[in-house]
C-alpha cells in the first residue's frame, strides 16, 4: 500500500501536466482517507512544478501549467485542466 511518501514523490517528479494533476488528486484522497491533514502541510501547492510554457499574467486559482494548458481550481474546488484559451475567456468573464 502506498505511503505518504509515495503520493508527495509522484508530485515532486511528475513529468507532465495531467500527471501532475493526478498525483495531486490521489495525494488528497489519500490524505482524506488517512485523516492527515491537508496537502498543504506536505507540499508548496505554490511551488507546484510546471511543464512549459509562459507564466500565465494572473496566476489566481492557476497551479500549474504547460505550453497549452493550465491546472485550475474547478467550478467545484476540484483540480481541472483547461486550455489556456478557455482560461482566459472564463477570466474575462466570456
Keep these: 500500500m502506498p505511503e505518504l511518501r509515495d503520493y508527495i514523490s509522484n508530485i515532486e517528479f511528475a513529468t507532465s501536466l ?3 494533476r493526478s498525483a495531486v488528486v490521489d495525494a ?3 490524505l482524506g482517507q488517512q ?3 491537508d496537502l498543504d502541510d506536505y507540499v508548496s501547492m505554490s511551488s507546484l ?7 500565465p499574467e494572473d496566476t489566481n486559482e492557476v497551479w500549474s501549467w504547460d505550453a ?3 491546472m ?5 474546488g476540484d ?3 483547461v486550455e489556456r484559451e478557455v482560461w482566459a475567456d472564463i477570466q ?3
Design 18 to 20: 495531467r500527471e501532475l
Design 35 to 37: 485523516d492527515l491533514g
Design 92 to 94: 474575462a468573464g466570456a
Design 28 to 30: 488528497y484522497d489519500f
Design 79 to 81: 483540480f481541472a485542466i
Design 68 to 70: 497549452d494548458e493550465l
Design 49 to 55: 512544478p510546471t511543464f512549459g510554457g509562459e507564466k
Design 72 to 76: 485550475v481550481t474547478g467550478p467545484d
